[in-house]
């Protein structure tokens, strides 16, 4: 799977584990994990260098995406539906324009990029008056 640019995972009930995707480092473009409810753990993204989109929705036991930050070619973080409470410093991401974070948990944003362009939460209220003084 070297040269796979697209994955998508879709409706796996019995996943509970994504397994290391550090091999699809230079090609994966997408990734779409979507309704899979006994999926616990994500493993590090921070070799995926040409992630553009990422996408967990409605994976309600996915509580961290690690590596996201240092994702310079990612344009869209979806992770509505989730257990996430804390993203990382996103501020260096200069081509990231959108983000989603409805329907979780979230509380904490650590930096968002000068020139993103769409975001979405709801039910966050504490989390707005944090981001109208970033």
């Known amino acids: 799977m070297n040269n796979l ?3 998508y995972i879709y409706h796996c009930s019995n996943l509970k584990a994504i397994p290391n995707l550090s091999n699809m480092g230079l090609t994966l473009r997408k990734l779409f994990i979507r309704d899979c409810d006994d999926l616990e753990f994500v493993p590090s993204l921070s070799n995926l260098f040409s992630l553009q989109y990422l996408d967990i929705t409605n994976c309600k036991k996915i ?3 690690h590596g996201v930050e240092i994702l310079q070619n990612l344009i869209e973080l979806r992770c509505a539906g989730t257990s996430i409470r804390r ?9 990231l324009v959108l983000i989603d974070v409805s329907k ?3 509380q904490q944003i650590g930096g968002l990029p000068k020139n993103f362009e769409r975001f979405f939460m709801d039910d966050c ?6 981001l109208i003084r970033l």
């Not at 993203?87 to 081509?95: E, G, I, R, T």
């Open 104 to 106: 979780t948990p979230i």
């Open 5 to 7: 640019e697209e994955l």
């Open 63 to 65: 509580e961290e995406i």
């Open 87 to 95: 993203l990382p410093d996103l501020s260096m991401l200069s081509n």
């Open 125 to 130: 209220a504490h989390v707005v008056h944090k």
